[in-house]
């Protein structure tokens, strides 16, 4: 058996000034549309954030269902809407927030495996790294510069 590493570049910064001007207000911008999720079973709120053309920002957040399985998270809904609506457009950076009843987590937040997916199947759509801010409370960030490294062992189009 012959043994390999693996290893995933990502960033921690303490600092909303570490981000640019169009991030920052994405930040912000993903931090406000938490309270609009719709999660009256688990009372976590998650919302998502995209900044495509530089400058253009749309969020999503999480809606639950009784029946959990029919749930969806604040990134699916938000990649969903972006793909859907601005087909040519490129996405520069998606933001991940979440909360719960006690407020803002201390932790970054980081997508589940399904939103892993989904994000690389958009970085591959586009042919362009996404770059992923994942927000804990607003001292407290979580950065990779493609979603490819959230998923280093991804299922692709490659194995079909």
Do not use: W
């Amino acid at each position: 058996m012959k043994e390999y590493l693996n290893q995933v570049k990502y960033y921690i910064t303490d600092t909303l000034i570490s981000f640019s001007e169009e991030e920052q207000l994405l930040i912000k911008e993903t931090i406000a549309k938490a309270k609009n999720a719709y999660a009256p079973y688990s009372k976590f709120n998650v919302s998502a954030g995209v900044l495509f053309n530089k400058k253009e920002i749309i969020t999503a957040t999480n809606i639950e269902n009784a029946s959990y399985p029919i749930g969806t998270c604040a990134e699916r809904n938000v990649l969903s809407y972006f793909l859907s609506n601005y087909p040519q457009a490129k996405i520069n950076t998606i933001a991940v927030y979440a909360e719960n009843q006690s407020g803002k987590l201390k932790q970054p937040i980081t997508p589940c495996g399904m939103c892993r997916q989904a994000l690389l199947e958009a970085e591959n759509i586009q042919s362009t790294n996404i770059k992923v801010i994942m927000i804990g409370n607003t001292s407290n960030f979580l950065v990779v510069n493609k979603c490819a490294h959230l998923l280093p062992f991804a299922f692709d189009d490659s194995v079909l």
